[in-house]
Structure formats: structure tokens, C-alpha cells
DNA sequence: ACTACTTTGTATGACTTGTGTACAAAAGTG
DNA sequence: CACTTTTGTACACAAGTCATACAAAGTAGT
């Protein structure tokens, strides 16, 4: 019942019956691979010689490969998988502390890494970006085909404008510089949705069946990529996803980026987790930071254990908002606090629970499946989505 | 960006392209009507004669029909109208009080209508609906192609499941019974989802343009509506949109449905109102209902005035999180309440203004545009919507 | 070793659909 | 009344899938 966008749509030419299937096929390759050219056609229903014409458009675009398999009692087939040998994109994680890059091949893997401390000033940064990113191209001999960024701010995917709020960049010119120094595309955008994004096309298996989540990504605020339908949903001007700043009461241990202290994330953040740790403590060194307490806590240091839960009281109840206004299939939670999953998951589950009014099916709350970095992966997503995404039709 | 969804893509055949642009070109028709087969071609792009045909089909199909138009110093056009003689689908709006039937032609346009109060004994009100049903099918000399149903509480849309609170109603089967008795295909769905679907497909000309928006329906509690992409958006077992049940703040003038006093539906809901009314004017009595407060109101009455608006400064607060997390293009505000929209529209704007943290762009919040009885029109258009949404492809 | 069977992948003509061009129809213009 | 403009239709052609036939390459039974 999705209503037509009459000054977007396309009407369909002869051809865009084989972009859609062809996308279809190039999915089944990427999601069953190692799969048969007659696997792929009793899946969709079309004709094995239709299959074997589409696989033949997509071996010469590189994009599959074929390997030989095991006979089952007939004749044996020749298995298509991802084409896997190349780098094809290179992701870039530009976080407030380091950034990280990565070349990956077209699964997702990472090739090569490399990492260094984000400047506050936006031309040293890009100048770094550009050199790492020269390097990552040089050490590959195939041809990369795009760069995808992550980054935490708000990315206005019609317009490129984009605001940094820790470092207070505006609208810097962080694509333009990076497409002149390298003549590849460039995307942008904001942290949580790349994640998501990262979540949706390259998650664990009972992610991956999942077409509506959120991903919520707990770092210095908190923020939340959302899905929908299997889209990554922005929102006007690419703006939405703030739910951090949503009211869920007053009195919080911090304040928010704004200085309201009535936000989720004056709640839920780092920041609220560091404070609730200091003036448990009664220490106020500021060489205390948000990973310390994370290590203490995962000593069994109560205070720092006591701050963590605490915080993620919290987290439960902006998710339990979620679940009941979305009622998404998963939430996922992701970014550093992660690493202390377990510390937090039963308070956590116990909150969303009790701020839950009726009787709704319980959602399953995952930390991310991403390892450490679910935003560079979803820097890479960004390249590495557009390739494999349904074709447009009205 | 989208991921295809393996399991529920049909590849694409011979006649998916026509299966799109007939689609397309109804929806032209729909949207520009009247209008020309050659400037259907000019806006998409399509030959004249592709058209032609596709004109030739809907035409078989009832769906447009030919009248003749001005020349512009050439041959005439044969100008394109959806074909509004027929009464085709048939709209039950159960609320909580009374039940408003009708049936509409393609347009939307209501042509005969019907009323009766709501019983809480399931069998009783159905036996009027279908009574009503078979006198509306009666009365008019065309086929009606489905009945649409909008009701107050929450419907799986997989399974048909449904629950409605205020008479704990479970599980009835209403879809069944309604299809026995007319024969006709039934659709049902809870009624701010309806609500949406109205303005998304009827509503005004700038709601028409906006493809993500979100409608807050306040009546007995607080549902929202929320259109993605030119879709409503159900989530997991049709239960999105219960963001009523989201936790704002504590010590609300009423319980929710569950019996919370930290929703927002305690804070904003009709119920909210009244006992902010009663208290105030520290009458008591029952005989005074959340109509009465409006009248009041309208006519200057000082406590009623206060209540409303003290009410609608809590609904911003909602509405903020929502313009936070979401970033609709427009919020639209539509039950009973719309009614008093002049008393309150000041008050919600500002405590929206407040409540949200950066200096994001402003989000219109507009009152309904589909008068008294939008759930009315959702229950047409579950039946309307079907005929013009975008082919489904992958 | 030979035959029968199974399964996979490819080749070929038929059908559907949109394209592009030509053309008829029906007005206005001077 | 001839010329121009615009609309709608007719027909050969191209792209794509379908259905069917067939070749290729195995296993299983005798």
C-alpha cells in the first residue's frame, strides 16, 4: 500500500524488468552463496535459462564468481559466489577520539586497517584522511570503487551539509576534498545510521532476517539508527534519529549537548555513566574516563558497576519508548558500551520490561554483532550497500 | 538503499513493467486528472501510444473514463478522470460511541452515510454493521469492491488478530463475519493507522506532497500514525504507534490504559483533559464529558480553556520527542480535539518549540484536513489505497 | 563396461511490452 | 482554403522472459 511518488518514479522500460531481477539474483548469490545457477531459479521461479543470461551480466561486472561443487546424483553444479578477491571499498570511521579506516572486499571483510587520533582541526583531520586513504588505494591492485564515511553529526543526504557537534564543524567540505584527491565517490553520513545500515546488510544471521530495528548507539550522547522496511530511514534534512533528546523526565546526572536535563542522553550517555561513577566515588579526577570505568566495573569494582546499571536503567526506559511507539522487530545496542554487555544486559531487559504498559510481545534486545566498531563497518556499508540494494521503481 | 527481501520478492515477468506504469499512469490520472493521454507521455516519459494502450486498460477496468477538452491549437485532448459514478468500497468507523458507516466512489467522495450507537456486546454492534453494510450495498446500483474498517485498539495485520481496550474485545471475529454476510474482502485496521492512511491518500494538497509524516490522534488515550516512504508504517503484529504508552515525565492528572501515571496518554489524552477541567472547576460530576469541555471552551469559559490548553502543552512535549526522533515533514493533529484547534494550536507550538533541544528546522504541526470523522475516510481508504499503491516488486 | 536415470546448464522460437516512426484526426491561424 | 499544431493510433523492431528441447556430466544398477 506504499503510495507512488509521482515526481520520482520511473516508469518501467524493457530493461528494468533485468535490473530487478538481476538485483534479486545478485542477493540470492550474496545471502545463500555458494548457490547454483538451478537453486537461484527454483528460489525466484524464473527460468534456469533466464538465470544462467543475468549470471552471465554479472561475471563480466565482476561482481560473482563461479567454483565447482558437488554432484547430487546429477550433474554437478557450478556454485556463484561473491567475488571476493578485490578490494572494493574503503570505509572511514571519524570518531571523536581516532579515526579508522579499512578497505574491504565486497562481503565485508576488512582488508586493511589503519587508525589515528581525529584533530579537532577539520584540515589537519582531512589531510590525514586523504594520505591514509592514498595509501589504502596503493596497497590494493584492484580498483576500489567508493568511500563511505561515519561520522557523529547530522548528514543532510540531499544537500551534503552536515554539522560535527564536538569538534563544532559545519558544513566543512569533507566529500568535496576527498572526491578531488581521489576521484572516487564519497558518502556521508551520520554514525548510528551508517551502523544500522552496517546491521541490516551485514549483521548476524537473526539480524539480518529482521526488516524494522533500531540501533541504538550509546557513546558521548545517544543516538539511534532506524529501520524501516529494510531502508535505513532519515528523515527530513537527515535529522532523524535524535532521540536522544527525547523528554523522559527530569533531574538527570548531566546535561545533554544543549544544556537540557531532561534528554534521554543526559540519562543514558557516557557522560551520565561517568558522572553517576564520580559522585559515587567521590573522585572527580578527570583522568577518569568513560573506558576506565568500563574496565573497572568489569574488574567487579562496585561503584563503577553501580553507575553502569544504573545507566542502563535508563537506556531501558528510552528503548521501552521505542519499542511501544515502533514496535520494531530487535533492538540493538552498540558502541563501546558493548564491551560491558553483560554487566548491564539484566538490568537493562528488567527496565525496558517494567516501563513497558501493556502486555506486548517482548522484543529481543542484542548487543551489536559487529565486534568494536559497528561504524566502521558501517562506513563500508555505505559503499558496499548501494552496490547490492533493490533496484528503484516506482 | 533498500534490502530485498528474499522471501516475499517476486522477480520480475513480461507484465511487471506493465503491471508498474498501469499504475503509474493511474495515479497520474488520479492526482492531475483530467488530464491528457500526451501529457501523461511528456511527465513520464513514455510514448504516446504506450500509454494508449495502458489508457485502454484501466478504461476496460473501470477505473477511468474519457471527457473531452479545450484545444490548445491543436486536436483536442480526450481528457482522463477517474471514473466517480459507482460507489465502490464501503468505510465502518467504530469508535468507542457511536459507529459511522458510509460508502464512497474512487475519489474518496462519501455518497451515503449512517450512523448508530456502538454497543459494547460485540454481537449486537456487529449485527448492525452487517444490517447497515447490506442497506448501504442496497442503495446503490454498482458492485462495491471491499469494506474498510478503522477501530480503536490494535490489529495484526498478519494474522488478523485484534483487541480493543475500551470494550475488551478479543479476538473477534469481525472480518469473518462481515465477509459471510456481503461476500466482500474486508480489511481492518486500528485508527490512527487509518487515520494516516487518509491523509496520505486524501488529505490536503501540502499533506499529499509529504511522503513521511506522522498524525497524532488524541481521543479516550493517544495513538499515532506513522507514514514512511509514502507508507504506514505497522511494525511487529501491527502494534506501532502506541506511543502513547511513551514515558514523559510522572504524576499525570489520570492513568493510562494500564494503569501508568508516566505516559503520555495520562498527560494528553480526553481523559487528561476532563480531569484537569474537573479539578479545576472542582465540579465533579459525570454528567460533563471531554464534548462538553470543548464547548466551553469555545465559548470562553475560563477552567475549560485552561485544561485544554494545559493539556495541549503536554501534547507538544510528545510531539517534540517524536519531531526529535523522526524527523517528519509535518505533524498533523486530528481527533475530537481539532474541534477546539484555535483554543490550543498556541500553546502546543510553544511547548513543542521548548521541548525540543537544537535548532532543528521547524516541523509544520497542522490540525486534520479530513474534517470530523478522519477515521471515517481511514476505513475508505484501507479499501481505496489498495487500488492505486505502487505495484509491489523488489 | 554399459545402460538408465538425474541434475545442470544452454540454445531457440513464441509471447509480452515498450520504442520510434509514420500517419490520420481535429482543431486553430492567416 | 492551405498551413500549422496537437492528439491519438498503427506497425515493425528490440529487449526480456517462458517453455521446450537438448547437450553435458555426473550417479546407480546390472
Known sequence: MRRIDLKKANAARSNTIRDINRQIVLNYVREMGPISRADIARETALQRSTISLIVDELRVDKLIEEVSGESTGGRPPSLLSLRT??????????????????????????LEQEEFPTDADINKTL????????????????????????????????????????????????????????????????????????????????IREVRDFILVLVEEGVGTGIVFDGQVYRGEGGTAGEFGHMTIGSGAPVECAVGSRECWEAFASERA??????????????????????????????????????????????????IQGLAPE????????????????DDLKASVDSSICRGFPSTPILDSTLGAEPTLMGALSLVLASKFASAPVA
Open 273 to 322: 555513566a561517568l558522572a553517576r561513577y564520580q559522585k559515587l566515588s567521590r573522585s572527580n579526577g578527570s583522568d577518569i574516563n568513560f573506558a576506565t570505568v568500563m574496565d573497572l566495573a568489569l574488574k567487579g569494582e562496585r561503584n563503577a558497576r553501580a553507575a553502569l546499571k544504573e545507566t542502563a536503567r535508563y537506556l531501558g526506559i528510552g528503548i521501552a519508548n521505542l
Open 330 to 345: 530487535a533492538v540493538i545496542v552498540g558502541g563501546p558500551i558493548a564491551r560491558v554487555w553483560p554487566v548491564i544486559v
Open 85 to 110: 578477491v578485490d578490494a572494493v571499498a574503503l570505509g572511514v570511521d571519524l570518531g571523536t577520539v581516532k579515526t579508522v579506516m579499512a578497505s574491504s572486499d565486497l562481503a565485508g571483510r576488512v
Open 127 to 206: 589531510a590525514k584522511i586523504v594520505g591514509c586513504a592514498q595509501r589504502l588505494i596503493g596497497k590494493t591492485s584492484s580498483a576500489i570503487e567508493g568511500i563511505g564515511i561515519s561520522l557523529p553529526g547530522v548528514v543532510d543526504p540531499e544537500t551534503g551539509n552536515l554539522y560535527v557537534p564536538h569538534f563544532n564543524w559545519r558544513n566543512v567540505p569533507i566529500a568535496e576534498t576527498l572526491t578531488r584527491a581521489t576521484s572516487l565517490p564519497v558518502s556521508i553520513d551520520n554514525d548510528a545510521n551508517a551502523a544500522a545500515l552496517a546491521e541490516l546488510w551485514f549483521g548476524r544471521p537473526e
